[in-house]
């Protein structure tokens, strides 16, 4: 009897054998002048370096904007169409392959730009959404234990009809 190899390959999934960050480059635009820009420059001169070593896959780019609210913007690896995933439409598709998302941080303290900046960086693009009660874990695959019944459990009408033990 011949040996037949599976025709089959395994999807490739994200943290399956390694972990790509979804966040690809992280913008910081401020203003030198404007009051609301005071967190975000205690930000860049004191809390951005060791925020950028902790993330040494993602470009940092800083530029002033003069006359404008300071502003955090991510970009991110757009997901293919062909893989079933739950990911929600882009927020905006501004190239061929990436997802943006942007934040103001007007009038916030570097404590507080420091985790709007971790969210993004964190995030993978998608647009947030509220988690209500129902299935809150979304997978393709059924549990292991398989779905609850009211038949099952203490109280129900098969309750004592099993093997005594």
Request: net charge positive; charged share 20%; with cysteine.
């Amino acid at each position: 009897m011949p040996v037949k190899a599976l025709t089959k390959t395994s999807v490739a999934r994200n943290g399956v054998g390694a972990f790509i960050l979804q966040c690809k480059r992280l913008d910081f635009h401020y203003c030198d002048w404007a009051g609301s820009s005071k967190g975000m420059n205690q930000f860049l001169t004191h809390t951005l370096p060791a925020f950028s070593a902790s993330a040494p896959g993602t470009e940092i780019h800083i530029s002033p904007r003069p006359r404008a609210h300071p502003v955090i913007r991510a970009h991110y690896i757009a997901p293919s169409p062909s893989s079933p995933s739950t990911f929600a439409p882009p927020v905006r598709a501004s190239a061929a392959n990436t997802v943006t998302k942007a934040i103001c941080v007007r009038n916030l303290s570097k404590e507080q730009i420091l985790r709007k900046a971790e969210l993004l960086r964190d995030g993978n693009g998608a647009k947030n959404r509220r988690v209500t009660g129902g299935r809150v874990v979304r997978s393709e695959n059924e549990g292991v234990r398989g779905v609850w019944s009211p038949m099952h459990g203490v109280g129900s009408p098969l309750e004592g009809l099993g093997p005594k033990g």
